[in-house]
């Protein structure tokens, strides 16, 4: 079954301590892959996207994610942290056969000053 | 631009009684729109794909009569809660897709007593 499934549940960090959000998914072809961030009391935004091409993607607020087929991952990774990056974080996943986005667990990353 | 609403954002009401939530994206036409379950701390769950003119797609587990979904233009799709009972409490959340990215609503946050 098609499946996104992302390690940490919840993680904690100090303001300017580099982040990497674990995001793996079952294998099923070709896929569109995405991060999504949820800020409290906000609707989902779009953070990155990986379509095509270089597996490195920038996305906004200095957040990057890597694609690497060989270990269907796709990792979010951010240098340095602000407070205001508090919030859940969403990897998602949309095969080719269909529209549907697969969305994992979601990550609750809480940073403080 | 691409922005979608959800109408009412939060909506209590009877045991038994129905309820109706909109979905509208405001600055794009959507020929799919998605309709989402999120419980607290849990990650989105996708309940029904949602195509305009047709009628919709419902993931499995999902009761197609108590969730009825109207997607009756290209701007606007409802999902109806019927016979709503206190474990249809949740948050929904709508999206809407343009191209092959969705662009998701704010939520509505539905309490039934």
């Known amino acids: 079954a098609q499946s996104v499934s992302q390690h940490n549940h919840h993680v904690i960090l100090s303001e300017a301590a580099s982040l990497e959000l674990g995001c793996n998914y079952s294998?099923?072809?070709?896929?569109?892959l995405f991060w999504y961030v949820q800020y409290p009391g906000q609707h989902l935004q779009l953070l990155l996207k990986?379509?095509?091409?270089?597996?490195l993607v920038k996305g906004i607020k200095g957040f990057e994610a890597e694609f690497i087929k060989s270990k269907f991952s796709f990792n979010l990774r951010k240098p340095s942290v602000q407070w205001s990056d508090t919030a859940e974080y969403f990897c998602?996943?949309?095969?080719?056969?269909?529209?549907?986005?697969?969305f994992g667990t979601g990550t609750r990353l809480q940073v403080f000053p | 631009g691409a922005v979608v609403s959800q109408h009412p954002s939060w909506v209590i009401c009877k045991s038994g009684t129905s309820v109706k939530i909109e979905c509208r994206s405001l600055?794009?036409?959507?020929?799919?729109m998605f309709w989402y379950r999120q419980f607290p701390k849990q990650s989105l769950m996708l309940m029904a794909t949602?195509?305009?003119?047709?009628?919709?797609?419902?993931e499995q587990g999902v009761e197609k009569d108590k969730f009825l979904i109207n997607h009756a233009s290209l701007t606007l799709s409802t999902l109806t809660v019927t016979s709503a009972h206190p474990e249809d409490s949740s948050f929904y959340i709508c999206?809407?897709?343009?191209?092959?990215?969705?662009?998701f609503g704010p939520g509505t946050r539905l309490t039934v007593l």
């Open positions: 294998y099923g072809g070709t896929v569109n």
């Open positions: 600055d794009f036409q959507a020929t799919t």
């Open positions: 990986y379509f095509s091409g270089d597996p």
């Open positions: 999206s809407a897709q343009t191209g092959v990215e969705q662009f």
């Open positions: 998602a996943v949309r095969y080719y056969n269909t529209d549907k986005l697969i």
């Open positions: 949602s195509n305009e003119g047709s009628k919709a797609t419902y």
